[in-house]
């Protein structure tokens, strides 16, 4: 037997020995080892259930190989089944050494597919796209700052997560975490057609500030790409609540028109950019197209910036009735009378 399989050996024994009431699992994840130690299933984590157990926690060098055997709580498998923690396989592609009852086992199963279930969501999987691009931008803008290694450390970052964004979309997660995202993108169905060169690009460039403009193209690379209608996932919505939405906010759209027909740009732009905040919002939550209000803004040609909104409106309505929402408006007041 080599070392790994002598401490697997050594854990389950010691584990079933000492620790048969302190310790639920333990586990065996090999998806981020050395290719010469995939081959067999050998202790990753465990899972502690009282303080005793928690202490048998360790990290070691044997033979010129660190071995960290670390536990993780029951709480915090609960995040990795609801992807709010950052390695999925952790979870994904683990597989049971040992389990305390057959309770312990069921449960850790049971999370497994719950897992799995929330990958296959597309509203929730776009979700987390979102979150990671906006992940990348934050790191983005700490490099706009930063000197030396902590440039290439961000822009590495920006890859990452970037990445993510991408397989994200296409309900996927990385089982190799950062090592081999390009290979695993290559097996993806929807992906930017620049972002693998893009991601080298930024790897092999010495430059600091050619290295932050490379990340900023990419950034904007992927947003474009989630924004494609092919990316863009239906929404398990319920379109009446669009519908309300868009009675409240018909009232903006009125104030811009009147501005506009008055030639008052100050107000225009301000009501402008607070409808254009609403319309971000609800295109993210319904799956729509960004439409972009603002973009068309000249404060010289106020009248066409009003005809631009007014067609964003009836772009809305339709996407509203379509969808089986039913806008509540009347001619009069008797006629509202006659409903209410």
Known sequence: MNNKELITKWVLEKVEEEYKDDIALVVSHNTLRLESEKGTPSVSYFIPITDKGRRFARTFILDGVGIDLWGI???RMEQFADLNE???????????????????????????????????????????????LEQAKQIYL???????????????????????????SNCRYFKEAQAEQLEELSRMEHVPEQFAPGYLAVIREKEEETQKKQCYELIHLVQDFLERPEVL????????????????????????????????????????????????????????????????????????????????????????????????????????????
């Open 86 to 132: 950052y390695n999925i396989s952790c979870l994904a592609d683990s597989q049971v050494l040992y389990a305390r009852t057959p309770e312990d086992r069921e449960r850790f199963e049971n999370l497994k597919k719950r897992q799995a279930e929330n990958l296959s969501n597309p509203v929730l999987m776009r979700a987390h796209a979102l979150q990671a």
């Open 233 to 340: 996932q239906p929404q398990e919505k319920n379109f009446q609540d669009l519908a309300d939405w868009y009675c409240e906010l018909s009232y903006t759209w009125l104030r811009i028109r009147c501005y506009c027909k008055a030639g008052d740009s100050t107000k225009a732009y301000m009501w402008g950019i607070m409808l254009q905040e609403e319309l971000n919002r609800v295109c993210y939550d319904f799956g729509i197209p960004k439409m972009e209000l603002m973009k068309a803004l000249d404060i010289s040609r106020l009248e066409e910036f009003a005809g631009y909104a007014d067609s964003l409106e009836q772009e809305m309505r339709k996407i509203i009735t379509e969808g089986g929402g039913k806008i509540r408006e009347y001619r009069n007041y008797e006629e509202f009378l006659n409903e209410v």
């Open 73 to 75: 709580e029951w709480e």
């Open 142 to 168: 700490n490099m706009l700052f930063s000197k030396g290694s902590d440039v290439k450390l961000g822009a590495g970052y920006v890859l990452d997560y970037t990445a993510q964004a991408i397989a994200f």
